[in-house]
C-alpha cells in the first residue's frame, strides 16, 4: 500500500490509522466490487483486477479494467455530485482482494491532515495520466501490438504494482481480452498464435502461460515508450 501513487508519500503512522479504519474483502470473478451509490467507502484494490463497466438502461457495458494498487470511488471525497452523473460498476475479473475504506472518516481525516490533500491531488493527476497511457496502448495500432500492451498489464505489470510476483499463467477467455483491446475474438485468436509462435505465450483452455516473460515486456515497453516519445519535423 505504501508502494503506491495513492499512499507512497504519506507518513507511515497515517497509513496504518487508514489501515486501522477500513475492512478487507475477498471477491470472486464476476463479483461486484463496487457500484456508484451503494455504499459511502472508497475501494483500494490491493490484488487482482477487475472490469470497468458503464450501467446504462438495459445493460453494462465493459470498456476497460483497473489493477492492484487502483484507487476506486474517489468522487466520494468530494461534497457536490457531478452533473453528468454516470454509473459506473467494477467487476472482479477475477479473484481479488480489496480494502474497503469509509468515505467520511477518510474526508475527515484528510482536513485534519490538510496536507495530504495535496499527495492525494497529485496521485489523482499520476493516475488519470497513466489511464490515457493504457487506453493509447489498448485502444490503437495493430492488434498484436495491443494484445501485447494487455498481456503485460494484465500479467506482469499489474502484479508488480501491486508488489506480487509476476502472473505467468492467466485465466482470462480470450472473448474478455477482445473486449479489453476493442477488437474480435478471432483477430485477437491470430495474434495469440502468432505470440505462441514466436514462444512467448502458450496457450490452453482459457488460460494463457507467459512463457518468455522479459520478452513480453520488452516488447510492451518498447511500445510505451514509443508512443510516449514525440516525433520530431524534419526540417526541409
Known amino acids: 500500500m505504501s508502494d503506491s501513487i495513492w499512499f507512497r508519500d504519506w507518513p507511515a503512522t497515517d497509513v496504518d490509522q487508514i489501515l486501522s479504519l477500513s475492512r478487507f474483502r475477498q ?17 483500494f484494490m490491493l490484488t487482482g483486477s477487475a472490469w470497468t463497466c ?12 483497473v489493477y492492484g494498487a487502483t484507487l476506486i470511488g474517489l468522487s466520494r471525497l468530494l461534497t457536490e455530485r457531478f452533473v453528468d452523473d454516470p454509473c459506473y ?5 477475477e479473484e481479488t482482494l480489496v480494502m474497503a475504506i469509509p468515505a467520511r472518516t477518510l474526508v ?3 482536513d485534519a491532515r490538510p496536507q495530504l490533500w495535496r499527495a492525494m491531488t497529485e496521485a489523482a493527476v499520476l493516475y488519470q ?11 490503437s495500432g495493430p492488434v498484436k501490438d495491443r494484445l501485447i500492451s494487455a498481456l503485460y498489464q494484465f500479467g506482469l505489470s499489474a502484479s508488480l504494482n ?3 510476483q509476476p502472473q505467468q499463467e492467466l485465466a482470462i477467455p480470450q472473448e474478455e481480452l477482445a473486449t479489453l483491446i476493442q477488437s474480435s475474438r478471432q483477430h485477437v485468436n491470430r ?18 502461460e507467459i512463457v518468455d516473460a522479459p520478452a513480453l515486456e520488452r516488447l510492451a515497453v ?7 516519445t514525440p516525433t520530431r519535423e524534419k526540417n526541409d
Do not use: P, W
Open 108 to 110: 475527515g481525516y484528510l
Open 129 to 139: 495520466r497513466h489511464c490515457i497511457k493504457l487506453a493509447l496502448v489498448f485502444y
Open 162 to 164: 501491486a508488489g506480487q
Open 54 to 65: 458503464m450501467k446504462s438502461d438495459h445493460k453494462s457495458v465493459r470498456f476497460g479494467m
Open 191 to 208: 495474434a495469440l498464435r502468432e505470440l505462441e509462435s514466436d514462444n512467448i505465450v502458450k496457450l490452453g483452455y482459457k488460460r494463457i
Open 27 to 43: 471477491h470472486q470473478k464476476s463479483e461486484m466490487i463496487y457500484r456508484d451509490g451503494d455504499a459511502d467507502e472508497l475501494i
Open 89 to 93: 460498476e467494477f467487476l472482479a475479473a
Open 222 to 228: 518498447a511500445r510505451l515508450i514509443g508512443m510516449a
